[in-house]
């Protein structure tokens, strides 16, 4: 985010930020787990929020004021979220660009972006996770109509980053496995084409 920013923002000879900003949009396709039993294997999931599991909002200035403070209040106290772990961060998506990318064909939620696949995401093989109950008080926590949906490794990333430097972002998932219902999608490839059409065809309509 920061390199696309400086070729943008930034002028190489002189290393001076230009006065002039160029806003870019970043749509981010990618494949995600359910966490949601009603969200079936193969569906579209356009990601309203991105919410970090890893930290990263947390080392810029100004961070709170692209964050939603008051579902991550929410969230830190229905998890009873441990102190020793980094504060999750929760940042909205640019409207323009769920707007275009919503449709029938879409689910809506909030993204968990993990910083890592296995303990992270409560997957246990050898190791167990400190919580073993965090992903049902996930699929379980409710902010004024708003669910936690899938979980992925980027979207807050890009949504944080965005949101400071002035730019737009939204992420639209295939859903490759729904972690409450124990199904796994098999060979997603010809549903990733269709997605990846899905979002080309809504970002160059009208
Ligand atoms: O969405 P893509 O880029 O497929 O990446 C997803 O798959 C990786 C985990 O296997 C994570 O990076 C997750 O976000
Ligand atoms: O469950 C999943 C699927 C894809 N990517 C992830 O990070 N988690």
């Not at 002035?166 to 496995?177: D, E, M, R, S, Y």
């Amino acid at each position: 985010m920061n390199e696309l920013d400086a070729l943008a923002n930034i002028d190489l000879k002189t290393r001076e930020i230009k006065a002039e900003k160029k806003q870019l949009n970043f749509v981010r396709i990618g494949t995600s787990g359910a966490l949601q039993e009603d969200l079936p294997v193969h569906s579209f999931l356009l990601s309203e929020k991105g919410m970090g599991f890893d930290g990263l909002l947390n080392f810029y200035a100004n961070r709170a004021a692209v964050s939603d403070l008051q579902l991550e209040d929410a969230f830190t106290k229905h998890t009873d979220w441990d102190s020793k772990l980094t504060a999750p961060y929760v940042v909205p998506a640019a409207e323009e660009l769920i707007s275009k990318l919503k449709s029938d064909a879409t689910r809506q939620g909030i993204t968990i972006s993990a910083p890592g696949f296995y303990g992270p995401q409560g997957r246990m093989l050898r190791l167990k996770t400190a919580d073993p109950a965090l992903n049902d008080k996930i699929s379980a926590f409710e902010f004024e109509g708003q669910k936690i949906t899938n979980y992925e490794m980027e979207c807050s990333a890009i949504y944080g980053l965005s949101a400071l430097l002035g730019h737009h972002a939204a992420t639209v998932c295939l859903i490759i496995a729904n972690r409450l219902r124990g199904e796994f999608g098999g060979d997603y490839k010809p549903h990733m084409k269709r997605l990846v059409k899905y979002v080309l065809d809504a970002l160059t309509k009208n």
